[in-house]
């Protein structure tokens, strides 16, 4: 029956992105958000324990960080637009690893988003807590490509030491922030405002902040435009794009 045809998720195939549009189902099936991801091209890269493992330092880069549990995989998974993009930890603080994605090559040497791994989790042994250090201290002090940092907090938590320290090294880093106060979806809408305020005054005009949830989406745009602004495409490469499709 036409228009009544069910949605069997992406083919690749152009009808299947016609039916898409025409008609979007209520609930979305499995494949779904893969064809409305935000970064189609995205694939991820590799993922590294040490800094000589790290993937060539061209392009531009944007890290995720925050403490374990605190929604960071969900995050990446939502704001990407990709089910099971970054793992959701079962290990919380067990994986020290740094995982690099491609998100797409609208720069030369491509835009990435890299996945630093959680901190501040209590029975983590001291041994992987110093791994953690090094590996961090080896990061920030060498990407060049980094252009910003996206902090993932609890916004029932609110900002603790370990993110100041993570927005101290962006800063330090010549790096643009951003914090997401996620998990908004378990506070009332007061008490998140209440946080969100105080965050505001605490961070001033050193990085963005704002209230996420991956389960309900608060925020999603918000947070998909900032990542945006954090590895801007230079306005020469759009003017070049169009010089081209004008040709
Ligand atoms: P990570 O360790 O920072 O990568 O955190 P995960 O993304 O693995 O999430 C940790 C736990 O918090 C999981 O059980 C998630 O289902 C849950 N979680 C993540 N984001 C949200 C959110 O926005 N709202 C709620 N209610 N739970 C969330």
Same mark, same amino acid.
């Given at each position: 029956m036409r228009g009544e045809a069910p949605f069997h998720g992406p083919t690749g195939d152009s009808t299947t992105i016609t039916r898409l549009w025409a008609r979007p189902p209520a609930v979305p099936e499995p494949g779904y958000n893969r064809i409305m991801s935000a970064y189609p091209e995205a694939v991820f890269l590799k993922s590294a324990h040490q800094p000589s493992q790290f993937v060539p330092d061209e392009g531009m880069e944007v890290a995720f960080a925050g403490r374990s549990n605190a929604g960071k995989s969900s995050a990446i998974n939502l704001i990407v637009g990709? #089910?099971? =993009?970054a793992r959701v930890s079962r290990t919380p603080g067990r994986t020290q690893l740094v995982n690099f994605f491609v998100l /797409?090559? #609208?720069v030369p040497g491509g835009r990435r988003l890299v996945d630093l791994p959680g901190y501040g =989790? %209590?029975?983590?042994p001291v041994k992987v807590q110093r791994h953690w250090r090094a590996l961090m201290d080896g990061y920030f002090a060498q990407r #060049?490509?980094?252009?910003g940092v996206v902090v993932i907090v609890d916004v029932r938590r609110g900002l603790l030491d370990l993110d100041r320290q993570m927005l101290a090294w962006a800063d330090a880093a010549g790096c643009a922030a951003h914090v997401l106060l996620t998990k %908004? /979806?378990?506070?009332?809408r007061g008490a998140g405002a209440g946080v969100l305020q105080a965050a505001r005054r605490e961070l001033g005009r050193s990085a963005g902040v704002q209230l996420f949830s991956a389960l309900d989406r608060t925020g999603l745009e918000e947070a998909r435009l900032a990542l945006e602004s954090l590895m801007p495409v230079p306005v020469a490469t759009l003017a070049g794009d169009d010089a081209l499709t004008q040709q």
């Open positions: 990709r #089910r099971q =993009f /797409d090559e #609208r =989790f %209590a029975r983590v #060049r490509s980094l252009t %908004a /979806d378990k506070l009332s």
